[in-house]
């Protein structure tokens, strides 16, 4: 670039300016600084109508100047030993798991960029306690999961066979899993972070739930943390930015996100023609976080310092990072040409460093001087979320094997030499002619460096990650508390969402149990009739109500306080999924047994946020999800994207997960007593799912009987018998949630207009008589000599005489399941195909689900066994008002 007069003339005039400036800098400090910038901007604005341009970024250097660093509180030299050491263990682990067992998998190239973010926190920051009793939480990403394994290794928490089988969890004497995950490594793991934007978006709703539970009173002990490490590519995902803003706008300063900005994510390049770190620090700061970029090392303090004319930081600005990348494979000739080579300046700037010396440069990310003053800085803000923007080098420390490489993600295995290449660069004694097992290496208890390591995190109160469950179980709820909603409603209508929403505000108010219920919900409150809940118990603000609530005159206003109790999340499933998370986890991370009851439009559970039940499952989450306006035929009116047919189809697969489809007010007081036993008292790691519906229906009282309640628990009960003694034939009707309200239509008349006795049974859990049967079935598999177990659907209805009419209002796959252990024909009918806005009755005549589908499929079935005629069913199409050619639902 030539240099022409008028530059030499502006560069002279700048650098006075920038002289006076540096003088008020140095006599009035920072502040003062800074109030002078901003009164010369309003100067020239007023006098001269100039606005300055709005910038969402910073230049491309350091928050932190490296004067404003604190000292290093640690030996640098013993860290970087023990960072070679867990380098090289978690290298090697994955190396031997590869080379034992081609394809196994794993990831080198994630940790070896990461390990100075981690090494520094765990030697410094990460509090397993804190003095006033708190601790640090820490969401470590999924794939750096080596890292943590090889540093546990080294404490001695992790014996040498553990690492050997790596991925090989079936190993006898167990192995580690691939991933952070509680339900495999329940003393180890706390946060699944795998599925990536989960940890980010998980990590701002607990950070904000620790607040809820301190405002509350739940919480004594403060100034714990709240630490997200995640993926520059991560970052992509619409769950890692979603819900920044709540962080920032709840001051959330107990939360910290470090991410690793290595530039790569699996298959290249993040933001090969931009630049990843700009772009997330305007998304940030646009958000109102604490943005700390940590750019550059040590090795560019004197360049930049030098830098007067900010020629530099403009080139460093210029170049993107699919070119950085480059630099980090290429050499200091390359890098030197290319980079500096722009401006005969520049080049000055380095003519005396060596292209070696140039090659070198650390980057920030790497340097922990750099890390731990982002740190300390990080740590100490307040009134805001901080971001910390570090740039590493994928796979750093691998060389040729994948040092920046675009392969670099994909890279598992080593040959001798990048073997001998990665020992001797972080000085490994491991002799070369052992090299080629790839050993771990774990020097003497006694030796300085885990002396070292010991003593830090004894200082810092114990070793992470480390998962225990903290709180005591709780005391069972008397019966009596659940009494009066056995009783029935003598024949007033009421839904089931009325009475579950009953139940939840008596348990608010119960002495014991009230304070540790959280009501979650994403703006449906209303919907669910739950408005009475806001003045009862107010809904959770951290600032309580700073205004005067429009509807303060009435009873039910809309009542925000301090120690609020519901969190009403706005229109966010997966943020109230993560409120949902947090609470049901609470009992294990804070000690505390909260118990949180999340209702939702069941159709925005299992199909949206359907990943985060799956990490809840894998957490071991407790709690209750409730989906509301549940059924396709029972949401009238909402139509096809509403009108939920299948959320009992998505429950299946959770392993740890009840689902239920009560049809009755006693149903759902037997499941959530016994659900609130089963999860806080005898401890289980099991959650709940449960529909309930805004159909306005008669609650019958609990029938007679023996067994009822272990028949709602199990899934299958007779809820009511035919007493029909001179019937032609007999059948077995079974019904579910309002539709059982068809099929009781459908008993009746049956045995009125057919002469048909048909026996009546509540079918409460699919999933569960589904999975019982499954035990039995697999127990007689693997025992051919013993007496076959008899699933519990069988025992129920050998003795009832078929055929078997199933009704849901869910898809005709959920009792279908059943149909090898049910003795004798099983017929469904189910909702299968999209919904549409109608009325109930339209709908299930549509869906032909309502009485006169129940009798006609029952008729058909009896035909088919000979106990009755064709001809009457026949008849019966047309006595019913049934159309043979209407439009099949499940394809319409
Ligand atoms: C939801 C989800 N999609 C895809 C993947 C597969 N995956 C694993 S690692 C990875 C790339 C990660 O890149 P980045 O976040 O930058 O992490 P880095 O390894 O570079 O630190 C991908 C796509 C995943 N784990 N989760
Ligand atoms: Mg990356």
Known sequence: MAQTETDGLEVLETREWVDSLDYVLSRG????????????????????????????????????????????????????????LVRWNALAMVVRANKIQEGIGGHISTYASAATLYEVAFNHFFRAQTESGDRDVVYFQGHAAPGMYSRAYLEGRIPKEKLQNFRRELKPGGGLSSYPHPWLMPEFWEFPTVSMGLGPIQSIYHARFIKYLENRGLKQATGGKVWAFLGDGEMDEPESLGSITLASRERLDNLIFVVNCNLQRLDGPVRGNGKIIQELEAIFRGAGWNVIKVIWGTDWDSLIQNDRDGLLVKRLGEVSDGQYQKYFVESGAYFRQNLFGSDPRLLKMVEHLSDDQLARMRLGGHDPIKVHAAYKAAVEHTGAPTIILAKTIKGYGLGEAGEGKNITHQQKKLNEDELQMFRSRFGIPIPDDELQEAPFYRPHDDSPEIKYMQARRQQLGGYMPQRKVRATPLKPIADAFFEEFHKGTEGRDVSTTMVFVRLLAKLLRDPE??????????????????EALFRQVGIYSSVGQNYEPVDMDTLLYYKEAKNGQILEEGITEAGSMCSFIAAGTAYSNHGINTIPFFIYYSMFGFQRIGDLIWAAADMRCRGFLVGGTAGRTTLAGEGLQHQDGHSHVLALPVPNLMAYDPAFAYEIAIIIQDGIKRMYVDQESIFYYLTVTNEPLPMPHVPQGPNIREGVLKGLYRFKTSAKSDAKARVQLLGSGTIMYEVLKAQQILEEKYGVAADVWSVTSYKELYREANRCERWNMLHPGEAAKVPYVTQMLKDAPGPFIAASDYMKVLPESLSKWVPGELVSLGTDGFGRSESRAALRDFFEVDAKHIVLATLGALARVKKIGSEVVQQAIQDLGINPEKANPAST
């Not at 800074?34 to 009164?39: A, E, F, N, T, V």
């Not at 109508?49 to 030996?75: D, K, R, V, W």
């Not at 149990?513 to 739950?530: C, H, Q, S, W």
Request: charged share 20%.
């Open 29 to 84: 400090g920072p502040n003062r600084a800074g109030r002078l910038l901003q009164q010369l901007a309003l100067h020239v604005r007023r006098e001269a109508g100039i606005n300055l341009p709005f910038s969402a970024t910073t230049p491309y250097q350091n928050t932190i100047p490296s004067s404003q660093q604190p000292p290093f509180p640690g030996s640098q030299e013993m860290e970087r030993r023990i960072k070679s």
């Open 513 to 530: 149990i009230g304070k540790l219920i959280v009501p979650i919900v994403p703006d449906e409150a209303r919907t669910f009739g739950m």
